[in-house]
């Protein structure tokens, strides 16, 4: 009976020790591709990327791609919809939707809309609607690609957009001041927390933000305000994604992924 006191302590301890650990990747698989920007992964299994300013999905030998040169540089890609994808071309102020054979179904030049948008940053939304940010007023707004209709929600952003995105129902943004933020549909704005600085950062969701600075990758929990450092990964990339605990990490050589086993 004299040891149970120890064995609590000793286990205690390890709890403690265990809470504090850096999460560690463990290597699932590796992929080569020939790219210039990695886009992701569907949930059908297919990965999207860009080479040489043109687009491309891909699965084992099954590939299709899309290209529109005469819009210049693809700024942004949206995957959440398999079916229907979005390339976002800023210089041109023109979204292009593809759907799942990359065939063209819609363009949409907001420079020839009566609504005054000059979009700064693009994203799929529910209910057939696009999350659209406009310079001009410095609002989020939805335009909807049915009725060809634009709706400004929320209030003007004090501060510029540094990194955002988004799904369908919330967009999220690290603003200059790196202050964390989301948006619902209908317009209510939240602050949900200070992100650290960074050089490269992949917004997970309103819980988890990946970023890397210093050549070291960390692991931040916005709720705990917490940053640990990611151990066992490549340490030269060109960037990363991150979400639900799976980590893909984009060299020269390919695709890498790896599963966070977060402590």
């Known amino acids: 009976m004299k040891l149970l006191p120890f064995f609590a302590i000793l286990f205690s301890s390890f709890l403690a020790h265990c809470q504090y650990t850096n999460p560690v990747a463990s290597q699932m ?3 080569f591709i020939q790219a210039d920007v990695f886009v992701g992964e569907d949930s059908y299994g297919y990965q999207y990327f860009i080479r040489n300013n043109v687009f491309f999905k891909i699965k084992n030998k ?3 791609q899309y290209k529109n040169l005469s819009l210049g540089k693809i700024t942004r890609v949206d995957i959440q919809n398999p079916l229907r994808i979005v390339l976002f071309y800023e210089n041109f102020n023109t979204v292009i939707a593809l759907d799942n054979q990359l065939s063209e179904v819609q363009k949409i030049n907001f420079s020839e809309k ?3 948008i ?3 940053a693009i994203g799929m939304s529910s209910q057939n ?3 659209v940010f406009n310079n001009l007023n410095q609002q989020l707004g939805l335009y909807n690609v049915i009725q060809n ?3 400004t929600i929320g209030l003007p952003f004090e501060q510029n957009i540094r990194n955002y995105i988004s799904d369908f129902n919330y967009f999220y943004w690290i603003d200059t001041k790196n202050q964390f933020y989301s948006c619902d549909i209908f317009g209510k704005k939240k602050l949900l927390g200070q992100i650290p600085e960074y050089d490269l950062v992949s917004i997970s969701d309103e819980k988890f933000i ?3 600075k210093d050549k070291i990758l960390y692991l931040f ?7 640990t450092a990611i151990e066992n990964i490549e340490k030269s990339y060109l960037s990363f994604h991150y979400k639900n605990q799976n980590l893909a990490i984009f060299t020269a050589e390919g695709i890498t992924n790896y599963k966070i086993n977060l402590p």
């Not at 929990?221 to 940053?227: L, M, P, S």
């Open 29 to 31: 698989s590796s992929q």
């Open 62 to 64: 099954e590939f299709v």
């Open 114 to 116: 009566q609504d005054g």
């Open 118 to 120: 000059i979009a700064t």
């Open 129 to 131: 609607n696009l999350w």
């Open 149 to 151: 209709s634009y709706q």
């Open 210 to 212: 990946l970023f890397q």
């Open 221 to 227: 929990d916005v709720e705990k305000n917490k940053k």
